[in-house]
């Protein structure tokens, strides 16, 4: 069941797939999110059963523990696009790690969002940046993030985040998208529901100045 968070009735729709652990702190993201704009707005979490299932563009080898990625991102798009049915709203998708990964993913298969809010996305994901490079974003605007010690991780797979989170900030502002990069403090897991509050909040205010 999608849980809601913020105003009802606010013209700008923030949208992000979440776990258990990305529910558990979704309070704490709305009000970091309050704290950084003014913007208001209402954020839909929409609960993911099979994390690496439900969020994979594409099937992919396991690269840790033993729970290979399946081919699941396209389903779980179609649930959620009648969330973004209202005309009158602007809706911005984001969510942190794969679901990151799935917003970049998303917003090159539909042009319904305005912006996307990619916090330490897993942007390591086999084959995804050249898939980025021939499928562009629809949207006017993507934050990035990473934690300064990502790219340090003991996993080779893993320790790619780095270069190829820098390859797809030159390759968004190529193709004419407003980005930036924020770098955090910490490795992968430090502080997600604040990283993901940074980037909403970045993505909404460049998104509601861009609108006025």
Same mark, same amino acid.
Request: aromatic fraction near 10%; charge should be negative.
């Given at each position: ?35 950084? #704009? %003014? !913007?208001?707005?209402?954020?839909? +979490?929409?609960?993911?059963?099979? *994390?690496?299932?439900?969020?994979? $563009?594409?099937? =992919? ?48 298969? #539909? %042009? !319904?969002?305005?912006?996307?809010? +990619?916090?330490?996305?897993?942007? *390591?994901?086999?084959?995804?940046? $050249?898939?980025? =490079? ?79």
């Amino acid at each position: 069941m999608t849980r809601e968070y913020g105003t009802p009735d606010a013209p700008f729709v923030l949208l992000q797939p979440a776990d258990e652990y990305d529910l558990s702190g979704m309070e704490n993201e709305a009000a970091v999110i309050r704290s950084l #704009t %003014d !913007v208001p707005f209402r954020l839909l +979490a929409l609960p993911v059963d099979r *994390w690496n299932r439900d969020l994979s $563009p594409w099937q =992919a080898p396991a690269v840790f523990g033993k729970e290979p990625f399946g081919d699941g991102a396209e389903e779980t798009l179609r649930k959620l696009l009648p969330l973004c049915s209202d005309k009158e709203k602007t809706y911005l998708l984001g969510g942190y790690s794969l679901a990151g990964l799935f917003s970049l993913w998303a917003a090159g298969r #539909t %042009d !319904v969002f305005a912006g996307v809010a +990619a916090a330490s996305p897993s942007l *390591w994901f086999p084959g995804f940046v $050249p898939y980025l =490079a021939e499928h562009p974003v629809r949207c006017g605007a993507v934050c990035l993030s990473v934690g300064d010690k990502e790219e340090k991780a003991r996993n080779r797979v893993l320790a790619s985040v780095g270069d190829r989170i820098r390859e797809t900030k030159s390759l968004l502002e190529e193709q004419g998208v407003r980005c930036t990069l924020q770098i955090h403090p910490g490795n992968h897991f430090q502080e997600p529901d604040v990283r993901t509050a940074k980037a909403f909040a970045w993505v909404l205010d460049h998104t509601a100045h861009t609108a006025t």
